[in-house]
Nanobody, 119 residues
Framework: QVQLQESGPGLVKPSQTLSLTCTIS??????????WHWIRQSPGKGLEWIGYITYSGDTYYSPSLKSRTSIARDTLNNQFSLQLSSVTPEDTAVYYC???????????WGQGTQLTVSS
């Protein structure tokens, strides 16, 4: 059974950098045809795609967030991470890590972690 678990600070001050980690169990981050995504949902809004890292370590970002976003992986601990710099209250959201299997779509989601940006 594949499980994804997000972890993060919960509260970040404006202008700081948000850092979240997703720990994967039941699969390997380097398994072929796996794509590991970050998606968020702000209060009252729909889902917003942030970016992803591939099984080979390539990264792709939303154009609207690209200048502030970095996604990386830790193959030793089977994790991937999100860093979002210069956060504002607009970045307050529930952040999800999600697996996409090529040809199958998004098939496993983490439970989500609330991130609030406030002074």
């Amino acid at each position: 059974q594949v499980q994804l678990q997000e972890s993060g600070p919960g509260l970040v001050k404006p202008s700081q950098t948000l850092s979240l980690t997703c720990t994967i169990s039941g699969d390997s981050i380097t398994t072929s045809n796996r794509y590991w995504h970050w998606i968020r949902q702000s209060p009252g809004k729909g889902l917003e795609w942030i970016g992803y890292i591939t099984y080979s370590g390539d990264t792709y970002y939303s154009p609207s967030l690209k200048s502030r976003t970095s996604i990386a992986r830790d193959t030793l601990n089977n994790q991937f991470s999100l860093q979002l710099s210069s956060v504002t209250p607009e970045d307050t959201a529930v952040y999800y890590c999600v697996r996409l299997r090529g040809g199958e779509g998004y098939d496993y989601w983490g439970q989500g972690t609330q991130l609030t940006v406030s002074s």
